[in-house]
């Protein structure tokens, strides 16, 4: 029976595939110290188990996964990677430099010290480093080394093996070193230090993530005092005292009429506010009783997200967004930078490419978007032009090479379309109406499907080789791997700290970005009781996840 179904998978291994990504996912799902594997790492090790069975599958599909995901990846790391290299300071790329040249440097000294062989040194380089997606560079660039395709294949087989070894430490290990030790090492108080840093900010503990920029609702109230002349008198007085609220409409009678700032108001009208349900509680005794009036509070309402791109809103707060006119009745309920949400308060800036939804009349969404940048419109449609254009352009600019003593030297085929995702993902920021659109659903699932793919490939081509290779280097790449793991986050917050000077919670953020580590970021938020550590994140997790996906390459030139 099982001779049998092993017989199956052999003959038909799109079966053995897909079985190994529902594995991956089963194993993904299984937690220590309160995170788990994840799907790619799950896949890895489902890969290298079900690779016991010497099931083969075509190394071009291995390909095609890992272009994918490059692409995807680029795609949505594109606008804040030129923004770092650009406008962002230099301190966030100094930095993220060092953290990720620091890693660098320790594979090829560790590698050097202990006489590990090429494939060894690229899946050290993943593992220890957690990016999975330089297995796939470095693969690649073993291919172009002028050596035999029985030895090209025995290289490759090494790096998921290394990978699997070190990465279980590069992850947990990370994140209990860079939220629990290197604060304790650096004598930072967290908790402290994040609320100094939300006082600076203007946000508030109790409402996390939200600020008085989220609508929630809208109330009628009937006036009951005349110390108010005009509409724009009781919002004054809310602004004044750091409450964003506005008279929507207003019942005088029988006739319900639009407001703005300069209508009057009597005693007995009835009007609509609108504004986050905490601040219109605290007006009802100002005003007078609440009224259940469904017509008047039949406002016209609706939801838009709107991409940055206006150069007169790039670096603007929300503070000085707020004043605008065409900010009254409009207000904000998310921001998204890349794949990470970002607080929402006084003090935060807006950058080009940031998405913000935003929620209020139509002709307000309208006037926000004229000013701010461009409204995307809900589809679930990929742009298959943008997808299928990219990876082939990305393709083509990958191929060209030279020959420098006898190695073939080039970009790459998965460089070249990495490199295509970013100019395009930027692109699509600054002209959306110019390239076609990726919904982030849709892009997501390019970034998991590709990449757990891709690793998924690799673990079945490496699992014949895998107890061996083990056997023989497992130990050595263990230890190595925790050297590689601990000392970048160490050189990253002493150079950050005592060099450029950055605020000690910011600071842990962008060394876990650097690293790529969302996990490590998370952590840091949850022993800081805060959401501000994802404002360092933001930059140097573009910047990292680009370059140590290209030391993917690198490092097999340089071991090499």
């Known amino acids: 029976m099982i001779e049998s179904f092993v017989g199956i998978l052999r003959a038909h291994p799109e ?164 939220a629990a030790i290197l604060p304790r090492l650096m004598g930072i108080d967290l908790l402290h230090e994040a609320k100094a840093l939300e006082k600076q900010l203007g946000m508030k503990q109790d409402s996390g993530l939200q600020s008085a920029y989220a609508v929630h609702g809208a109330r009628a109230f009937r006036l009951a005092t005349d110390r108010y002349r005009t509409a724009g008198d009781i919002e004054a007085e809310a602004a004044a005292e750091g409450m964003r609220i506005f008279v929507l409409r207003l019942r005088r009678g029988e006739s319900i009429e639009e407001t703005t700032p300069e209508t009057l108001l009597k005693t007995g009208d009835v009007i609509a506010l609108g504004g986050q349900r905490q601040f219109l509680l605290s007006f009802e005794e100002r005003l007078g009783p609440e009224e259940d009036d469904a017509k008047l509070l039949d406002v016209p309402m609706e939801s838009a997200s709107i991409i940055i791109t206006k150069a007169e809103a790039d670096g603007r707060t929300f503070g000085e967004l707020a004043q605008q006119d065409y900010a009254r009745g409009a207000f904000v309920t998310r921001l998204m930078r890349g794949q990470q949400q970002i607080p929402v308060t006084f003090g935060t800036r807006i950058e080009r490419g940031d998405v913000l939804s935003v929620i209020g009349n139509p002709s307000r969404i309208a006037a926000v978007a004229d000013h701010l940048g461009y409204r995307e419109r809900s589809s679930l449609v990929t742009n298959m032009l943008t997808l299928g254009l990219g990876i082939a352009l990305g393709c083509l600019i990958g191929l060209p090479a030279f020959h420098l003593g006898g190695m073939r030297l080039a970009l790459s085929t998965s460089v070249g379309t990495l490199l295509a995702g970013l100019f395009l993902g930027w692109l699509h920021s600054r002209r959306p109406w110019l390239v076609g659109h990726i919904p982030e659903p849709s892009r997501m699932f390019l970034v998991n499907f590709g990449l757990a793919g891709f690793v998924a490939i690799t673990g079945l081509h490496a699992g014949p080789h895998f107890i061996s290779g083990l056997k023989e280097v497992g130990l050595t790449l263990f230890i190595a791997g925790i050297v590689c793991t601990c000392v970048p986050p160490t050189v990253g917050m002493l150079f950050g700290r005592f060099v450029l000077k950055m605020n000690p919670v910011l600071l842990l953020g962008a060394v876990s970005g650097a690293q790529t580590m969302t996990a490590a970021m998370v952590a840091v938020q949850e022993r800081a009781k805060s959401q501000v550590p994802v404002l360092g994140f933001t930059v140097p997790y573009a910047l990292g996840n680009i370059i140590l996906t290209t030391f993917g390459t690198l490092i097999v030139l340089l071991v090499s």
């Open 15 to 178: 079966i053995a595939l897909f079985l190994t990504l529902a594995l991956g996912y089963v194993i993904g799902q299984i937690k220590l110290g309160g995170h788990a594997l994840g799907l790619v790492t799950g896949s890895l090790f489902a890969g290298l188990l079900m690779g016991q069975l010497a099931i083969e599958i075509s190394p071009e599909l291995k390909i095609i996964f890992l272009l994918l995901f490059l692409f995807a990846n680029g795609y949505g790391a594109g606008p804040q990677f030129f923004r770092a290299l650009r406008q962002d300071g230099i301190a966030p790329l100094l930095l993220t430099l060092v953290v990720t040249f620091t890693g660098l440097g320790m594979v090829w000294l560790m590698a050097h010290l202990m006489g590990l062989e090429t494939g060894y040194a690229a899946g050290l380089l993943s593992g220890a480093l957690t990016q999975s997606s330089a297995m796939g560079t470095a693969t690649e660039a073993i291919a172009n080394l002028p050596i035999s395709p029985e030895e090209q294949a025995r290289l490759s087989n090494q790096i998921p093996i290394a990978d699997a070894v070190c990465y279980l430490f590069g992850f947990w290990g990370e994140v209990l070193f860079v």
